[in-house]
């Protein structure tokens, strides 16, 4: 239940924050892609190596290797390496920024670029440790793992976006400065390309910043996913789902190694009417007969209602239980002395008996209502539980 919490929250905080920045990503394309008067005046301008060169020049950091990839589709800074990987970028106006903002990268801290390099293998092999892990089910602790990498996904955020934006604002200054210099274009061509590179790091820088943290909250969202799929269904699922609590036998008991019962009383023992029926007290009678204790846990406070049936039945109870909180079911184990896979939990309701029961690490036995009519604090979960029932039918 916790995992689909998770994964529901940071899916609202994505669609949050795209909607609060805006963030489109076609837009972005529209801007770089459609202008084929700045493409044609950035034409006149030297090869993209050339103008690499020019700029680190103009940085002075002269030793770094610059490369020409025609099948690479962006343009990389490469730290260890200390290289610069130019794409094919066809004739695009933009290139002369892009390549600024590559320039810029190779004259950034020297620590943080492979700190960035470093952190961001470790990053991707935790998470497809945790993954493996996951899938083979032998991982404690899975909300301390979740929590784990949530701060490592904030650190890897905040190293990245850093260095991309001090990359991406600078780049427009270094980009101009250049054009300035080597004079290919007069002054009002470079004030036309400037602003159109305004207009698409105004979009751009954001898209990047969003782009990093979707990535991030996106492993996430994965590894709660996948959490959910291997240990979230042992939380709702009950371990048996019968109709009534009679077909209960003391065969199917022994089966199970079951020594207890903990049980529940509205529309598990009782209907909405509080009738008890005979055939329980016989099968109750029966059970205890034969050595199987039983004991009654109620979420509710109406004590006279409990009393009735427990007194009836010549079986101790527990009031005002919360359940599915887990108190309840430890307290009744401490007092029979008995392992809490030997107890069973009986009730029909997924959210509270059944939920609790696994909780606590009980044999979870799910049974049909009595009556249809139900509490009105119970109505609303049935349409829900039914769904779940409908899947144990199936998987029968
Ligand atoms: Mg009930
Ligand atoms: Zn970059």
Same mark, same amino acid.
């Given at each position: 239940m916790e995992f689909i919490i998770i994964i529901l929250t940071l899916i609202f905080l994505l669609v949050l924050i795209k909607t609060i920045y805006k963030i489109n990503i076609n837009e972005i394309k529209q801007i770089g892609n459609n202008n084929k008067e700045l493409d044609e005046i950035v034409k @006149?301008?030297?090869?993209n190596i050339e103008i690499c060169k020019s700029i680190l020049k103009k940085l002075n950091n002269e030793k770094v290797n610059i490369q020409e990839d025609k099948e690479a589709n962006n343009c990389l800074y490469i730290a260890v390496s200390d290289k610069i990987i130019i794409a094919?970028?066809?004739?695009?106006?933009?290139r002369i920024q892009t390549i600024a903002h590559e320039c810029l990268h190779s004259v950034q801290d020297r620590r943080i670029l492979l700190f960035n390099f470093i952190y961001s293998s470790i990053y991707l092999t935790v998470f497809y440790i945790i993954v493996v892990l996951a899938v083979f089910k032998i991982l404690p602790y899975k909300i301390v793992f979740i929590t784990i990498y949530l701060i490592l996904s904030f650190i890897y955020y905040f190293v990245r976006s850093y260095l991309e934006d001090d990359a991406m604002i600078k780049a427009r200054f270094f980009a101009k400065e250049y054009m300035e210099e080597v004079k290919i274009s007069d002054e009002e061509e470079i004030d036309k390309i400037v602003k159109e590179y305004d207009k698409l790091n105004s979009i751009g820088i954001k898209t990047v910043n969003y782009k990093l943290f979707s990535t991030a909250i996106i492993r996430i969202i994965i590894l709660a996913l996948i959490f959910y799929l291997r240990w979230g269904d042992m939380i709702i699922y009950p371990d048996v789902y019968l109709s009534n609590v009679k077909d209960i036998t003391i065969q199917f008991l022994m089966e199970n190694k079951l020594k207890a019962l903990i049980l529940d009383v509205d529309n598990t023992l009782i209907d909405y009417y509080k009738n008890l029926s005979e055939d329980i007290v016989n099968w109750a009678n029966e059970l205890q007969g034969q050595g199987i204790k039983l004991y009654i846990l109620s979420n509710t406070n109406k004590k006279e209602k409990v009393e009735k049936v427990a007194n009836k039945l010549e079986i101790p109870y527990k009031l005002f239980? @919360? @359940?599915?909180? @887990?108190k309840g079911f430890k307290q009744i184990q401490k007092e029979l002395k008995?392992?809490?896979?030997s107890i069973g939990v009986v009730g029909d309701q997924i959210f509270t008996d059944v939920i609790g029961g696994n909780r606590s690490k009980m044999f979870t036995i799910l049974v049909d209502p009595v009556t249809k009519k139900d509490y009105f604090y119970t109505a609303w979960k049935r349409p829900l539980e039914n769904i779940i029932k409908r899947k144990l039918k199936k998987g029968e």
């Open positions: @006149k301008y030297p090869t094919n970028m066809r004739d695009s106006f933009t239980a @919360k @359940k599915p909180s @887990k008995i392992e809490s896979s």
